[in-house]
């Protein structure tokens, strides 16, 4: 299984971005997925978290501007960030637990970065 991050890039303060996770490989489901993000300098930080269910949490930092989802049939989840800030300026990393064949394990996509430009 792999799972990769991308849509990362430059965009001015206000902007908006989407961040995609695509999982391949030998797949029975896709429970949760979780979206990261770590500045230069500061440590790995949840931004949003998407349930088996679809029930969904976020950080302080982005409630009411940036959304996750998921399409179950792409095996692929989203990240809609709106409203950008030089402060939302990261690498953003995606975490997924993917079932196999067998069993369950937690996978992270490599990383796509984000610059916001004020």
């Known amino acids: ?53 679809g029930g969904t949490t976020y950080a302080d930092s982005v409630k009411g501007r940036f959304t996750i989802s998921r399409d179950s049939a792409k095996n692929t989840g989203y990240l809609q960030m709106n409203s950008l800030q030089p402060e939302d300026t990261a690498v953003y990393y995606c975490n997924a637990n993917i079932r196999g064949l067998c069993s369950s394990v937690d996978y992270w996509g490599q990383g796509t970065l984000v610059t916001v430009s004020s």
């Not at 971005?17 to 500045?39: D, F, H, N, P, V």
């Open 1 to 53: 299984v792999r799972l990769q991050a991308f849509g990362g890039g430059l965009v001015q303060a206000g902007g908006s971005l989407r961040l995609s996770c695509a999982a391949s490989g030998t797949i029975t489901s896709i429970k949760s997925m979780e979206w990261y993000r770590q500045a230069p300098g500061k440590q790995r930080d949840l931004v949003a978290t998407i349930s088996t269910g």
